[in-house]
């Protein structure tokens, strides 16, 4: 069995776009379905696509060459950890189910904002500052869009998640070219 340090670099050492592609389609198609659905069916395409991200991810994982459900792969203590975090970020909808009743427009802000959270572990486990980037950063530009664009928050919050996404993307892609670099 290899050291807790040593899984802890091996977890690190992943592509880690699987995740963020699922999760940029899926906002996407929101924010797309904000504009042309009734909100009432956009509120649908949103609990049902961000709870299905983590299915989405699988599959793409199977062209990025992650293969989550690869049974060849060795047990790593980090993706259990990562699977709590994928675990928390569902149970925050039971925090954005309550204020949905009461105001539908908060869905994109609480959703978009408490599954997010689940970034900052990750960037504990891979020692690097993205997750924490894409946590604030997704906090604070949804915040902001929600109290300044009320008419348009099933639009705007979902589309700057996904450019939140495609810049954290860069950061991961920069991060395994600069780790590449690094070794040579």
Same mark, same amino acid.
């Not at 699977?83 to 869905?107: E, K």
């Not at 894409?134 to 705007?156: D, G």
């Given at each position: 069995?290899?050291?807790?340090?040593?899984?802890?670099?091996?977890?690190?050492?992943?592509?880690?776009?699987?995740?963020p592609?699922? +999760?940029?389609?899926?906002?996407?198609i929101?924010?797309?379905? @904000?504009?042309?659905?009734?909100?009432?069916?956009?509120?649908?395409?949103?609990?049902? +696509?961000?709870?299905?991200?983590?299915?989405?991810?699988?599959?793409?994982?199977?062209?990025?060459?992650?293969?989550?459900?690869?049974?060849?792969?060795?047990?790593?203590?980090?993706?259990?950890?990562?699977?709590?975090?994928? @675990?928390?970020?569902?149970?925050?909808? &039971?925090?954005a189910?309550?204020?949905?009743?009461?105001?539908?427009?908060?869905?994109?802000?609480?959703?978009?904002?408490?599954?997010?959270?689940?970034?900052?572990?990750?960037?504990?486990?891979?020692?690097?500052?993205? +997750?924490?980037?894409? &946590?604030?950063?997704?906090t604070?530009?949804?915040?902001?869009?929600?109290?300044?664009?009320?008419?348009?928050?099933?639009?705007?919050?979902p589309?700057?998640?996904?450019?939140?996404?495609?810049?954290?993307?860069?950061?991961?892609?920069?991060?395994?070219?600069?780790?590449?670099?690094e070794?040579?």
């Amino acid at each position: 069995m290899e050291s807790l340090e040593q899984q802890r670099i091996e977890f690190a050492n992943r592509k880690f776009l699987a995740t963020p592609l699922a +999760g940029l389609v899926v906002w996407l198609i929101i924010g797309i379905s @904000g504009i042309v659905l009734p909100v009432k069916a956009t509120v649908w395409v949103l609990f049902i +696509g961000t709870g299905s991200i983590v299915y989405l991810g699988i599959f793409i994982s199977k062209f990025t060459s992650e293969n989550f459900l690869d049974k060849k792969k060795s047990k790593n203590t980090f993706d259990s950890l990562f699977l709590f975090t994928v @675990g928390q970020s569902v149970l925050v909808y &039971s925090i954005a189910i309550p204020f949905f009743m009461i105001d539908y427009s908060s869905l994109p802000m609480t959703i978009g904002i408490l599954t997010g959270t689940m970034w900052l572990p990750f960037s504990w486990i891979i020692k690097h500052w993205v +997750g924490i980037f894409h &946590s604030i950063f997704r906090t604070i530009i949804i915040l902001f869009l929600w109290y300044i664009l009320p008419e348009y928050r099933f639009v705007s919050i979902p589309f700057a998640i996904v450019v939140i996404y495609i810049v954290t993307i860069i950061i991961l892609q920069n991060r395994k070219n600069q780790q590449k670099l690094e070794i040579l």
